[in-house]
């Protein structure tokens, strides 16, 4: 059953993986915004 | 946004190497079980994606409680991270059981008690997230958001029990089975250390992911006010 536990841990690290990419590109997303607010709040 | 936390940079390389050590005792420490081959080894990290996605769950239900004893909004934050987190392992849990049951039931998927109540379970808590994206008004949205993660912790106890009240084709790991159960084993202890050693592993690995999930929830609720304050 090879190829079904290779397929089984490919969906665990796999669904890891997706969730841990999503995380750092909200990450990202909130510095950029906090930047602009930054920006905008020194021109006030 | 403050620097990251001494220990949370520690926890997050111990949770690391605590998971690749986990990893290894499966593939190489674990013996290879007689019947199901393997795709056994799947076991392991099921298990402990479930328990983790409970736990999950299980947050979110005392932080609905503290959220409304208290209306502090830092528990709002902590319920939405505990839901988010234990959606992603109860996916885990749904999906590689099911690659599991392919071999071993010789079908993909059947309308037993345990796999009904845990996608059922799954989509309660899909529909928390739906919930929450409908309501505008943050205090509204957290005190709707609460009561959901109240109501809807209902499913987990029926989900965990299902297999020992109704009659199942699911293996029950911990305690006796069903006489009907298919895949069944008993576990020698090199299985036993492994398992429970992937279940420390995920709990670790849920704080570590719960710690993170929680600043990011306050950064943005930061942001957000700024911007009010910006636009006033």
Known sequence: ?44 | MTAQPKTLKILTVVTVLMLAAASLMVFFYAPLEAVMGQVQKVFYFHVAAGWTGMLGFFVAFVAGIAYLITHKHIWDIVGVAGVEIGLVFMLICIITGSIWARPIWNTWWTWDPRLTTATIMELVYAAYLMLRQGVEDPDRRARFGAVYAIIGFLSVPLTFFSIRIFRTIHPVVIGGGDADATGSFDMTAKMLQTFMFSLVTFSVLFVTLLWHRIRMGKFADQLEQLKMKLLA
Not at chain 1, 15 to 42: F, G, P, T
């Open chain 1, 1 to 44: 059953t090879l190829t079904y536990m290779i397929a089984g841990f490919a969906v665990i690290f796999g669904i890891m993986l997706i969730y841990l990419v999503s995380l750092l590109s909200r990450w990202n997303n909130l510095r950029k915004d906090a930047d602009l607010l930054k920006e905008l709040e020194k021109k006030e």
